[in-house]
């Protein structure tokens, strides 16, 4: 997951991870993997939905509030991937001596481009300026998401899960400013029907932590139709413990 975090520019604010490998062989994440699979007609994945998934092992979608980036990670036939993307009319170029295909793209009403980069075994994908810019974060030493030392924080602190969900700079499901948390979900006890969820909220000071905690609590009752809930303080950040149903 990290070795993804790290190709998001730093000005994005939210960030998704999925282990595809990982939800494949565990049949209680099946309704979130099936959803993930149905979805990857729209875009941006879109632009490589014809690769097999099958070869996949890991997904990530980033958002940022200009534009959205996708990194995905597997086994591809390239030359398949290049037939695809000349079909959908992409034209070859290079950047930074990274193979990337490019073409113009209509959304909402408006054109823009979009790209795909091959780099190191990963396909990027998404606007072609955020493209180029996690091809630049790799070679040219550019900071990323991870870079921010609160997402990094946050992040270093989270446990391996099959989905992450990390939120930067806007609290995207809690109203409560100046958050930022990461979220995991896994499957700690296989045939249940319940996922475990485990994160780690930050805020500002220790005594925002405090003022927020059942706060926090509720909406994730709320937002993630968690239970079982359990939290603990710890300084300013706020340790997360919980279920969720696996339809989640």
């Known amino acids: 997951m990290v070795e993804m ?31 993930f699979l149905d ?16 070869t996949v092992y890991a997904y990530a979608t980033m958002r940022s509030y200009r534009g959205n980036l996708a990194i995905t990670k597997g086994e591809f036939n390239l030359r398949n991937v290049r037939d695809i993307l000349a079909e959908k009319g992409f034209a070859p170029d290079r950047y930074g001596g990274v193979e990337i295909w490019t073409r113009l793209y209509e959304f909402a009403d408006e054109m823009m481009y979009i790209s795909v980069a091959f780099l190191n075994g990963l396909l990027i994908d998404g606007d072609t300026g955020y493209v180029k810019a996690s091809i630049d974060i790799s070679y040219k030493d550019e900071p990323s998401m991870y ?54 909220c930050k805020l500002s000071s220790e005594a925002e932590a405090e003022a927020n905690q059942e ?34």
């Open 5 to 35: 975090l790290k190709l998001a520019p730093h000005d994005f604010y939210a960030f998704y991870y999925m282990d595809i490998e990982a939800m494949a062989q565990d049949p209680d994440f099946e309704s979130i993997l099936n959803s």
């Open 39 to 54: 979805s990857t007609q729209s875009a941006p994945l879109a632009n490589v939905a014809e690769v097999d998934f099958s």
């Open 147 to 200: 870079s921010n030392e609160d997402v990094k924080s946050i992040v270093d602190k989270l446990p391996t899960g099959a989905y992450t969900y990390i939120s930067a700079e806007l609290a995207i499901m809690f109203d409560i400013p100046g958050l930022l948390y990461g979220i995991s979900l896994m499957n700690l006890t296989s045939g249940d029907d319940v996922l475990d969820m485990q994160g780690w």
């Open 215 to 248: 706060n926090i609590e509720a909406q994730l009752k709320t937002w993630l139709r968690a239970t079982q809930i359990n939290s603990q303080l710890e300084g300013e950040f706020i340790e997360i413990s919980a279920q969720t149903d696996i339809t989640y």
